[in-house]
Each structure stands twice: as structure tokens, then as C-alpha cells.
């Protein structure tokens, strides 16, 4: 079965900058898309970021140019690099696949098939 497990979530200040971890297995990782999505308390999910088969990335506007998503495919991991913090980043981020040949802002739009069970992002003034 397809397992994905998040860590790396916790509290910084803003400005501050955390790395999310999700470890993938159970299936051929190489061949998948990945993406973190964030949903904070009253408000819809968001896509953060989608990298493809060969680790290529789109960004939410939101989070371009302080975040980095990066897929290590000999290792079946996916990080997310997330610099200058700010209070509107706190969420519950979670770690998505999808074996689909879908358009990357598809993908931020409309979620992924397979789901981890999230790491909880907190950011304080």
C-alpha cells in the first residue's frame, strides 16, 4: 500500500524557516508527482508546491521565492525548504502523490490522490 509519513513540522517566529520531511513508500516513487498542501482552521486547502516525475517544481504565488520543494527519488523522500516565514503560513501541511500526467497548477488547484496524515506548522509574530 502507498504510505506517506510527514515530520518536521513545529513552531518558529516569523521569519524563521523550517524543513518538512515526507517519507514515501510502497510504490514506484520515481514515477509519481508530489506536493505539499496546507489547510489552516476555517479556511480551504491550498496547494504549496508540486514537483514532477523528474523533480521539476511549480510554486503557489504565495510561496514563491521562500519556499523549495525537492524530490529525492534514490531515496523516496520529498522536502520543502520554507524560509521568511510568516503568521499567514500556519497550517497543517500534508504530503500528497498522484501517479496521473496531469498540468502541475492542476495539481495545486484540485489535490492529489494519496494523502499523509500532515505536520502542523505553527508561525508566531
Known amino acids: 500500500d502507498l504510505e506517506l509519513v510527514e515530520s518536521g513540522g513545529g513552531a518558529v517566529h516569523t521569519g524563521g524557516s523550517l524543513t518538512l520531511s515526507c517519507a514515501a513508500s510502497g510504490y514506484t516513487y520515481s514515477s509519481y508527482y508530489m506536493g505539499w498542501f496546507r489547510q489552516a482552521p476555517g479556511k480551504e486547502r491550498e496547494g504549496v508546491a508540486v514537483a514532477d516525475s523528474a523533480g521539476v517544481a511549480t510554486y503557489a504565488d504565495s510561496v514563491k521565492g521562500r519556499f523549495t520543494i525537492s524530490k529525492d527519488n534514490a531515496k523516496n523522500t520529498l522536502s520543502l525548504q520554507m524560509n521568511d516565514l510568516k503568521p499567514e503560513d500556519s497550517a497543517m501541511y500534508y504530503c500528497?502523490?498522484?501517479?496521473?500526467?496531469?498540468?502541475?497548477?492542476?495539481?495545486?488547484?484540485?489535490?492529489?490522490?494519496?494523502w499523509g496524515k500532515g505536520t502542523l506548522v505553527t508561525i508566531s509574530s
Open positions: 500528497a502523490a498522484d501517479l496521473s500526467d496531469l498540468e502541475p497548477r492542476d495539481y495545486l488547484k484540485n489535490g492529489m490522490d494519496y
